[in-house]
């Protein structure tokens, strides 16, 4: 809970700190991988309450990175930290945020996959297109070919390539700023 909270105060200090419209958001990046328990946690109980309960998705330009503490193999083989489910759900949420063109909806469905993780059920996450009522087609095409292993690679090169780069996940940052105190209180 506390984390939560000074989540909400960091948010509040940014936008009280600066006027701003609808095309000046506050820029919120959030760098995870599947199956990591504090970035379900995370997802699940803390960002979708601050973007939804407090109604702060209006004045949030939220980007969502799946790749996290996954490795490239010299034979650019992925190495996840939680097993082959994590690479593969890492695909299936890339591809989401590729195709579904609303952001609140590629955030219900992510933040329903990791739901399924903190209740043990993460390879039921194909039920929650069904729940959402979301075309299965399109997410499982791009999650089937080269399409989603290309878009995995692009945020590995992001995720990679942070100054400075992330220690530990979730990683957040606020206007291209991490949020390095808030983040040590993810981690149990």
């Known amino acids: 809970m506390a984390s939560y909270l000074k989540m909400l105060v960091v948010f509040f200090l940014l936008t009280m700190a600066r006027s701003y419209c609808d095309d000046d958001k506050v820029k919120l990046s959030l760098y995870y991988e599947a199956l990591c328990p504090y970035c379900s946690d995370f997802i699940v109980n803390q960002l ?14 939220l980007k969502l990175v799946p790749w996290g503490n996954t490795q490239l193999a010299p034979n650019n083989a992925w190495i996840c930290q939680h097993g082959p489910d994590e ?54 095409d791009c999650y089937q070919s080269r399409k989603g292993f290309d878009l995995e690679l692009r945020f590995a090169d992001e995720t990679n390539h942070l100054n400075p780069p992330h220690r530990f996940v979730p990683w957040v940052l606020v206007n291209n700023n991490p949020l390095q105190e808030v983040n040590s209180l993810f981690i149990y």
Not at 113 to 122: A, P, S, T, V
């Open 48 to 61: 979708s309450k601050a973007l939804y309960e407090l109604n702060l998705v209006s004045i949030v330009d």
């Open 87 to 140: 690479c593969s759900i890492d695909v299936v949420e890339a591809c989401a945020i590729d195709l579904l063109p609303q952001h609140g909806l590629r955030f219900k469905l992510i933040e329903c996959i990791e739901r399924l993780n903190l209740e043990g059920r993460h390879g039921d996450w194909k039920s929650c297109m069904n729940t959402l009522k979301i075309n299965q087609k399109p997410i499982m």
